[in-house]
C-alpha cells in the first residue's frame, strides 16, 4: 500500500502548459522563427524540466551564443512575471480538490514535487489558498530524483510506498531513477504513447482512487471505514 501521493504541478494539478508556452514565445519574440519553434517544441517535449535549464539549452544548443548569468536571472523573472498571476487565476483540473481530500482522508501524505521554483510554488498554491491540501511543496533548483529521495529519507518511506502522478517523460525517469511507483495524467491524444511505455493513465484526478485500488495500492473506502473503527475500539 502506498503512504504518499506526490504530484506534479503543471499539466496534473493545473492546466497550465499552455500558459508558459505562451510566455517562452512572448520572451523570445526577438530571435528567430525557426530557432523559437525548435525551442518550443523542447520546452513541450521536456515537461517538468526547470525554466533555467530550458533557457540555458536554448542559449547554448540552438542560439549557440553565451549567456551571462544576469542575463539568465533577468529572462527568468521576466517569466515570472509573465506566468504567476494567469496560473493562479486558472482552475485546478477537474476532480483535483476532491481527491486530494479523498487521498488525505485516509491518512496519505500528499506533496507536490514540480521543476517550477519552490517558492513561487508556494507562493501560487498561497494564492490559490489550497495550502492545506499539500504536506509539503517542492520544487527547483534540486531535481525531481533529488526531492523524490529528499521525500522518502524525511519521512522513513520506502520507495513501494510512494506514488508519483506527472505528465512528462522527465517525471516518468524521475520516478524511474528512485522506483516510486509512477501514473501518467494526460489526455486523451497522449494516452497512446504511455501504453507504448506501459504505464497506467488518468485525464484527471477523479479516477485516482479508483486507478489506485485497481493497481493493488489503495485499499477501499469502505476497508479504510472498517479498519478505522476496529482501531477505535481498541
Not at 72 to 81: G, P, T, Y
Amino acid at each position: 500500500m502506498i503512504r504518499a501521493i506526490v504530484f506534479d504541478f503543471d499539466g496534473v494539478l493545473v492546466d497550465s502548459v499552455h500558459i508558459k508556452t505562451k510566455a517562452f514565445e512572448k520572451l523570445f519574440k526577438n530571435e528567430e522563427e525557426e530557432k523559437v519553434q525548435q525551442f518550443l517544441a523542447f520546452h513541450k517535449k521536456h515537461g517538468g524540466v526547470s525554466r533555467e535549464e530550458k533557457v540555458r539549452y536554448f542559449y547554448s544548443n540552438i542560439l549557440r551564443r553565451s549567456l551571462s548569468e544576469s542575463l539568465l536571472h533577468a529572462l527568468c523573472e521576466q517569466f515570472r512575471e509573465a506566468v504567476v498571476d494567469r496560473i493562479v487565476s486558472v482552475d485546478w483540473v477537474e476532480g483535483t480538490t476532491e481527491a486530494i481530500k479523498e487521498i488525505k482522508g485516509q491518512g496519505i501524505l500528499t506533496m507536490i514535487v514540480s521543476g517550477t521554483p519552490e517558492d513561487e510554488l508556494k507562493m501560487i498554491v498561497c494564492r490559490k489558498k489550497a495550502e492545506t491540501l499539500f504536506d509539503e511543496i517542492f520544487g527547483s533548483p534540486h531535481t525531481k530524483p533529488q526531492l523524490l529521495n529528499k521525500i522518502l529519507k524525511k519521512y522513513g518511506l520506502e520507495s513501494g510506498e510512494v506514488m508519483y502522478l506527472g505528465d512528462s517523460l522527465s517525471d516518468h525517469f524521475a520516478a524511474q531513477e528512485v522506483g516510486v511507483h509512477f501514473i501518467a495524467g494526460c489526455s486523451v491524444e497522449m494516452e497512446e504513447p504511455w501504453q507504448g511505455l506501459n504505464v497506467p493513465t488518468i485525464p484527471n484526478l477523479m479516477s485516482l482512487s479508483h486507478t489506485l485500488q485497481a493497481m493493488g495500492l489503495l485499499g477501499s473506502a469502505e476497508a479504510s471505514d472498517a479498519l478505522l473503527a476496529q482501531d477505535g475500539r481498541s
